[in-house]
């Protein structure tokens, strides 16, 4: 009797959770490299969901390969439009049939001569992801390949040495011996350390900012204060000046009108000598 394909199904082991089966990392170097590939893009998708990243992970794309125990495990890979959750492995066929968008293999003294030839034809004919690329954490050689017309063509670089991903809408560059992500503006994508410690020095900045308004301010204020006790003062000795006259003013006054009253005296008894006969000259 035929079987349906929901009967199939359900006979068909659960392979979502097998685990990965890679070594690990060559050396310290290597270690280092990576985590900086995985930790600088989930910060600069840190909101995005519709991603999964693969660091030395097994990849299962077929029930022959487990079988053999033939495992192909990128050091790198991105996946593209998946649900950005935790996994064991990347199982293709339990994944909707999906590969990664991305792959970058981590290039040692063991690996090279596989990375540049038995994995680059398996992600060009098997695979066919849109864009690998290979790093020496040791040489600093950094090659890139783009998949065209079904086959891997030499991305150009840039003057300064980079390579554009279409895949990641980033360039890929060494910058002080490590491989690193660069915005299409040229900015260099930090890692979480460099933007935790990038933002503590803008607010250090802004901190430092905020002290020399205060302080400008202070000393604004304190001008400003100067120049109104200066003002209160020049009120003051104007005040004290328009006094001053108004006293020599009404000195001068009072000195005029003892001078016109005794000369009214003088007129006076001058005036009383006549009247007795006495010239007032002749006195």
């Not at 053999?68 to 495990?73: A, H, P």
Request: glycine letters at 4%.
């Amino acid at each position: 009797m035929a079987l349906t394909a929901e009967q199939i199904e359900a006979l068909m082991p659960d392979c979502s959770e097998l685990l990965s089966d890679e070594p690990e990392m060559e050396s310290s170097l290597h270690y280092t490299q990576l985590l900086i590939l995985v930790t600088c893009l989930e910060w600069l998708w840190r909101d995005r969901e519709d991603f999964f990243i693969g660091a030395n992970l097994s990849i299962y794309y077929s029930r022959q390969q487990l079988k053999n125990r033939e495992f192909r495990g990128p050091d790198f890979f991105l996946v593209k439009d998946t649900e950005k959750r935790p996994r064991n492995s990347w199982v293709i066929w339990e994944e909707d049939g999906k590969y990664p968008n991305l792959i970058i293999e981590l290039l040692s003294d063991s690996t090279a001569k596989v990375d540049r030839g038995l994995k680059k034809e398996l992600y060009q004919n098997r695979f066919r992801t849109p864009e690998y690329f290979w790093f020496s954490p040791n040489t600093l050689e950094l090659v890139g390949w783009r998949l065209t017309d079904s086959e891997y063509k030499s991305i150009t670089p840039s003057e300064n040495g980079w390579y554009w991903s279409q895949e990641l809408g980033l360039y890929l560059g060494v910058f002080e011996s490590r491989l690193r992500y660069f915005s299409v503006e040229g900015r260099l994508i930090p890692t979480p350390e460099e933007a935790n410690l990038e933002e503590i020095r803008k607010a250090e900045i802004a901190y430092r900012k905020a002290e020399a308004e205060k302080q400008r301010a202070e000393s604004e204020k304190q001008k400003a204060e100067s120049e109104k006790q200066k003002a209160e003062s020049e009120k003051q000795k104007a005040e004290s000046e328009k006094q001053k006259a108004e006293i020599e003013k009404q000195r001068a006054e009072a000195e005029k009108q003892r001078a016109e009253d005794a000369e009214a005296k003088a007129a006076i008894l001058a005036q009383r000598l006549r009247d007795l006969g006495i010239n007032p000259d002749s006195l």
